[in-house]
């Protein structure tokens, strides 16, 4: 399956049952909602910056040149896109169900300010997590170029 549509489905489908799981608990416990908010955030968050790190990771034990790597921009946008819009339809689409508390909020909303949010929410911290993975990656390979100093031989010889 292409790279980008298993991002797009997981988190999207991630960030539907973080929504879910926050409006049951939200009608059982009204008043611990901005932690639970929090909370919810912060396993969205770390998922996807560990996603991004075996991206990064990956990218450069397959590309050891910095110049020569994959574009993981575009596949992270892609799945940002997707995992936005396709969660924020879903939201909407389980909002009708009884006992599902996800908002009320309208189908024009979940397409365009909430699913924006998400692709915000999915790029950048994706894009983090690669940069992080490259890193990691590139400081155990050890730099496959040489720095300018090293073989030079001194001036004036």
Known sequence: MIA???RAVLLGALVVALRTVLGFAMVQWP???SWMRMLGLLVLVVVIVAWGVLDGRKDRAAHPDPERGSDLTIRWLKAGVAGGLGSGAVS???DFLPR???GDNGLLFELT???SFIVLLIFIPGLIGVGIGR???GR????STPSLTEGAAPAGA
């Open 4 to 6: 980008w549509v298993v």
């Open 140 to 143: 155990r390979g050890g730099n």
């Open 113 to 115: 300010a909430g699913a």
């Open 100 to 102: 599902f508390d996800l």
């Open 92 to 94: 909407w689409a389980l």
């Open 135 to 137: 890193m990691l990656a």
């Open 31 to 33: 008043t611990q909602g």
